[in-house]
């Protein structure tokens, strides 16, 4: 007959052994970062309504008034920028009526000086005198010095016509401009031959008159 302490040995089996811990292990800064964020610090997780069309519609309106604000500004500064640059400061761009004027007396100062026959060169040395004056005085002069007799033995006549005059520049009394001459001469009876030039001239107006001070052969 088994005694009393097998018969308990039986009653109660060992212990099974404990189950390994299959939790992993949760670091310090995982425990940390998985607390939960206190109630007033709380992000707002709700979805945002769209703006209501008026408030939409003001905004573009602002941002389109603010845009055109800026372009305005720009646009005054590039004017003012033009309006300084030289080329508009230019007269002949801007005063029709003295580039007329300057255009009309160089141009007839020119036709005068340069036209003659061969019993009326002093006329043309006159209007030379009256329209010349500086650099293109003494080369006017310089020229007819020489040239004086043989026209008057060769009896030759020369008409000087102004096709086009333009006005490259005009600044208060000082301009330049670029004057396009048919000339038609002749010597005795021959046959007149025309020819066309092509000068640059500067004038400068002096005593209520445009002079010519410089001619230049293109």
Request: with cysteine; charged share 30%.
């Amino acid at each position: 007959m088994p005694d009393a302490r097998e018969a308990r040995d039986e009653a109660d089996p060992p212990d099974a052994p404990e189950a390994p811990d299959t939790q992993p292990a949760v670091e310090a800064g995982e425990s940390e970062a998985a607390a939960p964020e206190p109630e007033g610090a709380a992000r707002d997780v709700r979805p945002r309504r769209p703006l209501p069309a008026g408030r939409l519609r003001r905004a573009a309106l602002a941002g389109t008034a603010a845009l055109l604000l800026a372009a305005g500004c720009g646009f005054l500064h590039a004017a003012h920028q033009l309006r300084s640059a030289p080329p508009v400061r230019n007269q002949a761009l801007t005063d029709t009526e003295a580039t007329t004027r300057v255009a009309g007396e160089v141009g007839h100062a020119l036709a005068r000086a340069f036209s003659y026959t061969p019993d009326g060169t002093a006329a043309a040395e006159r209007s030379a005198r009256t329209g010349l004056d500086g650099r293109a005085a003494r080369q006017y002069r310089a020229l007819f010095d020489q040239v004086r007799d043989d026209l008057t033995e060769q009896r030759v006549t020369l008409s000087t016509r102004v096709a086009r005059t333009g006005v490259i520049e005009l600044d208060g009394g000082k301009a330049r401009l670029l004057v396009f001459l048919d000339q038609t001469s002749h010597r005795g009876k021959d046959t007149a031959t025309t020819a066309a030039a092509q000068l640059t001239v500067t004038a400068r107006l002096v005593d209520d008159q445009w002079r010519i001070t410089d001619i230049k052969a293109r």
